[in-house]
């Protein structure tokens, strides 16, 4: 076994034996992983569906029903478009396409190589006054630009730099 995965099972059986303690739910012990790892990862699902002889549908049921959960690594920083109706015709898919430009992602990406930032859309925000409305690391940008976002982008781009 190497190093990495060694590390992973420990930690995995660390959050089942608090699951199985306190009788908890399987929402819970998601939320407990996705605490320790940032994400959900696919190993942990098919890990715990074989020690609790659950299918691993039913993890990813949980996992794809509530927005909470994230199957795959985030950044280090989020930045979230909301692309409901007003911020659609607002100009947002302007403004991902933007940050992404910025980023260097690919149309596929979400998320830097270095995992600083992840760029994510949700259906609506219910802002739309302010519309369109982008939110970076909980900080609300409304009626947004491609150059507010483009240097917010940058300021966390130097910012981390300056932590290295």
């Known amino acids: 076994m190497n190093v990495i995965f060694t590390t992973m099972h420990e930690q995995l059986t660390d959050l ?6 306190s009788e908890g739910n399987l929402i819970t012990l998601l939320q407990d992983t996705q605490e320790v ?3 959900v990862p696919q190993e ?6 074989n020690e609790l002889d659950v299918p691993a549908s039913r993890f990813f049921g949980i996992a794809t029903f509530y927005a909470q959960f994230h199957l795959k690594p985030r950044g280090k920083n989020i930045v979230t478009a909301c692309c409901g109706t007003a911020c659609h015709v607002r100009g947002a898919e302007r403004l991902v396409n933007a940050v992404k430009r910025e980023l260097k992602l690919e ?4 998320t830097t190589e270095d995992r600083l930032i992840t ?3 949700l259906a609506c925000l219910g802002t739309c006054s302010l519309a369109p409305v982008v939110i970076i690391n909980g900080k609300m940008f409304g009626k947004a630009t491609t150059d507010i976002l483009t240097r917010e ?3 966390l781009k130097k910012e981390a730099k300056k932590d290295e």
Do not use: M
């Open 153 to 155: 982008i940058r300021s």
């Open 37 to 39: 790892f940032g994400y």
């Open 119 to 121: 760029v994510e859309k």
């Open 107 to 110: 149309e596929d990406q979400d």
């Open 44 to 49: 942990a699902v098919y890990w715990y569906a």
């Open 16 to 21: 089942l034996v608090r699951f199985r303690e």
